[in-house]
């Protein structure tokens, strides 16, 4: 019944394999850029916005102008965008180092919004309270924020990375590495439908296992925090 996939695996196992190793570097390398510089962007989103705690409108209006144009313009043509400073920052517009700078700029956007929403979502007392505490900006946002919406966060940035394996799919149109190249060079270009099924299957277990490691870790940070302020 599954001879198609053990031929399948035994002609492309290494290539799929390859393709993988690939895919979960340029993700891992581009979620740790969009982390660091999403979540500050989001937290000052969130805070600055017009009735925000720190309201500034001066930041928060652009900013948020730059994260809807970076997200309204279709991956596949900020590929082509990017591509200029991709060659100057890692000296080639294609191949996985290229792709990952157009998926840590999709990225950042991707992660601003869910960090900007699971902050939105915070009890507005904690910063009440914060503020009867005497509590330093950066002590706000350390040890009062982080701390509240690390659930949310965390289900978040499982959907940013969700967002970038797919996204790093696309990057094999214009040569980009990963799975997604093999996929479309090897699977659709040469009408290879066992291939596509194999990829589609793996892909759709590890995205699945990604989501219910995200969720299970979500909900422990969830009760300990319950535990902690009972």
């Known amino acids: 019944m599954f001879d198609w996939f053990t031929q399948t695996w035994t002609r492309f196992g290494g290539q799929i394999v390859t393709g993988f190793l690939e895919t979960f570097y340029m993700v891992a390398v581009s979620f740790a850029i969009s982390a660091v510089i999403g979540t500050a962007a989001g937290i000052a989103l969130s805070l600055c916005r017009r009735g925000g705690v720190w309201e500034s409108p001066l930041l928060a209006a652009p900013l948020s102008v730059a994260v809807n144009l970076i997200r309204s313009v279709p991956f596949i043509l900020l590929l082509i965008i990017v591509a200029p400073l991709a060659r100057m920052l890692v000296g080639t517009a294609y191949g996985i180092y290229a792709s990952m700078v157009s998926l840590s700029i999709v990225g950042v956007a991707v992660v601003t919004r869910l960090v900007e929403q699971a902050i939105a979502d915070i009890n507005p007392q904690l910063f009440q309270t914060a503020h009867s505490l005497s509590a330093s900006r950066r002590q706000v946002i350390t040890e009062f924020i982080l701390v509240e919406a690390r659930g949310a966060l965390i289900l978040g940035y499982t959907s940013a990375i969700i967002s970038l394996i797919a996204y790093s799919t696309v990057v094999g149109v214009i040569a980009g590495g990963g799975i997604g190249y093999l996929a479309l ?46």
């Open 185 to 230: 060079q090897e699977g659709f270009y040469m009408w290879n439908q066992p291939l596509m099924w194999v990829i589609i299957i793996l892909m759709t277990i590890f995205v699945q296992l990604i989501q219910l490691a995200g969720s299970a870790l979500a909900r422990t940070f969830d009760r300990k925090g319950k535990g902690r302020n009972s």
